[in-house]
């Protein structure tokens, strides 16, 4: 099943609905430019890297959980099933934007691809607009499906893809300048056991490996201080927790029309997303990918909890996605809402059983008195 939208909340969906790949939602806006901007597409283009933009393992987040570890023995594979939920909060327009597409080979008219699960998910939250939201959800995907590498080289192919969008963005600005905005993105693609998590920005996936929660990006905040040190050493500031002043994020798409933030040759506001990878196992249940209006109010592990309660009572993703949303509009989120849930199996999650406590004993009342006889009959 496919789901794709890239709208508010009006229109949601679940796995059981069935929805084609999303319109160019800036068709219209620059259709007298296209051959400009498929030109700048087409080159695998690349801004300059600082050497702290580095790929992280899952393995180096949780190595207790033993992710990231190719088990060639394991016969576990995947049954991909999603549903999404967005809501525009108490925000005065939607800007967050959102896809789920579980059958992503098939849907995006790649041929001879493996019998084996592909799934691609993504949310982008957008800034100063929805513009670039939306040209990111339409591009990154078919820039990796498009991409010679992919499914080889997933890393590479989706890191690509988000500076490539990024690239064609600036060019669809300078056709129209009404297009100037900013999103950022983060993308989950399923290939076999591969889990590959893609972001730039503060939306964030997690993990739900057996009940524990397992953070899957990092959010990149300017006062982070591995981003801050890359903010300073590429000409740019952090001021009052903003890059420049201006952003409350060290890594988006688009920002073209923002002075000082970034150019062809790089600059401190960075569209090169961080990657995350792991192997999927029996105990990996769920994802929950969620723009920062869900991780306001929700901690990972507390979303995951509930997420957890939740799929036990009726193992509906989608239904799953609007009691976060829900519950994170209860809690007085002041954003616009995003959040999509992907199941990894067919049953809920099953009830963990609680390791026995160590039996703490205790003397009975006739056991105190005989030991109080004790000791008496020893002072006389």
Known sequence: MEETKASGSV???????????????????????????????????????????????????????????????SQFCPIVRSGAWTDIGFRSSMEDVYVCVDNFMQDYGLKDFPDEPNAFYGVFDGHGGKHAAD???????????????????????????FLQTD???????????????????????????????????????????RGKAIEMSRDHKPMCSKERKRIEASGGSVYDGYLNGQLNVARALGDWHMEGMKDRDGGPLSAEPELMTTKLTEEDEFLIIGCDGIWDVFRSQNAVDFARRRLQEHNDPAMCSKDLVDEALKRKSGDNLAVIVVCFQMQPPPNLVAPRPR???????????????????LKN
């Open 135 to 161: 040209f990111a959800c339409y591009h990154i995907p078919k820039l990796i499906v498009n991409d010679e590498d992919f499914p080889r080289d997933v890393e590479k192919v989706v890191a690509s893809a």
């Open 11 to 73: 229109e949601n969906g679940s796995s059981s609905e069935v929805v084609g790949r999303p319109p160019n939602p800036l068709a219209a806006a620059y259709r007298q430019g296209a051959d400009a901007v498929a030109v700048a597409v087409a080159p695998k283009m690349s801004l300059v890297r600082h050497p702290s933009l580095m790929k992280t393992k899952a393995s180096g987040v949780s190595a207790e959980a033993g992710l990231g570890v190719d088990d060639h023995q």
């Open 167 to 209: 690239i064609a963005f600036a060019e669809a600005c300078s056709l129209d300048a009404a297009l100037a905005s900013g999103t950022t993105a983060l993308a989950a693609l399923v290939i076999g056991r591969s889990l590959v998590v893609a972001n730039a920005g503060d939306c964030r996936a997690v993990l739900c490996h």
């Open 359 to 377: 039996v703490q004993r205790s003397f009975s009342a006739e056991g105190l008195r005989e030991l109080q006889s004790f000791l008496d009959s």
